[in-house]
């Protein structure tokens, strides 16, 4: 398996309050990417990174951020989480942009907004 | 924007019984595809994937898919599923020219075999 952690793995929070998502890799791939999964829509790319400081929106950016300052990390922030954004969040890794280098994924945070 | 369609939401098969999971994408250039299996309370796992070459693709466990071009399709096939198979599948496509090697998933199939 691909050296990928993230952290918390489950979380219970409150409407309006704000969350970050760590994900760690050991791989020192170039591209991370954050990937909400809920059900009936698979999943759904929410930002990414191309390298230190290097990030793009997704398909589903608006209500959260995120910051990569070291190769190994990138944090996915919600300001202020809503009900919506109740979901599982996969990170996943990449060594290099283009087809023939898959994405590896990580373990999943599962996240509940009340 | 390019979409993944997986028109079977939910799948019940009978050991030894054989499968074919239907996928078709919308992009119209050159396109990577690969299959993605989520084991239940586990993460994705990659089953196989297309770049180029011959269309039928031979993955992990015996599974393997087939590359239609004209049909805009990449369809999962299993000749004869196991009890172990229960999991989720998703289809996912990757446009060759994409700089952030960004994938688009399906809504993913999730399957029940009966042992």
Not at chain 1, 25 to 49: A, C, F, K, V
Not at chain 1, 70 to 89: C, G, H, I, N, P
Not at chain 1, 101 to 112: A, C, D, M, N
Not at chain 2, 74 to 103: H, I
Request: with cysteine.
């Amino acid at each position: 398996d691909a050296g990928i952690t993230q952290s918390p793995r489950h979380k219970v929070t409150e409407t309006g309050t704000p969350v970050t998502l760590r994900c760690h890799q050991t791989e020192n791939h170039r591209y991370m990417y954050w990937y909400r999964q809920d059900p009936g829509h698979g999943l759904r790319l929410i930002h990414y990174s191309y390298g230190v400081k290097d990030t793009d929106k997704g398909e589903v950016s608006d209500g959260y951020s995120v910051s990569r300052s070291k190769t190994e990390d990138f944090l996915l922030t919600l300001e202020s989480a809503t009900s919506s954004q109740t979901s599982v969040y996969f990170c996943a890794i990449s060594e290099a942009a283009g087809g023939l280098y898959e994405q590896y994924f990580g373990p999943g945070t599962r996240l509940t907004v009340t | 924007a390019q979409s993944v369609s997986q028109h079977n939401h939910h799948v019940i098969l009978s050991e030894a019984a054989s499968l074919e999971l239907g996928c078709n994408y919308s992009y119209g250039g050159t396109v990577n595809l690969f299959w993605y299996v989520q084991y239940p309370g586990q993460h994705l796992q990659l089953l196989l994937k297309y770049f180029s070459g011959d269309p039928l693709v031979k993955g992990i466990k015996g599974f393997e898919a087939e590359f239609i071009k004209s049909k805009f399709s990449f369809n999962l096939r299993k000749p004869s599923v196991q009890w172990s198979d229960t999991a989720e599948y998703f289809c996912a496509v990757n446009p060759y020219n994409n700089a952030g090697n960004m994938l688009t998933f399906g809504g993913g199939t999730r399957l029940m075999v009966k042992p």
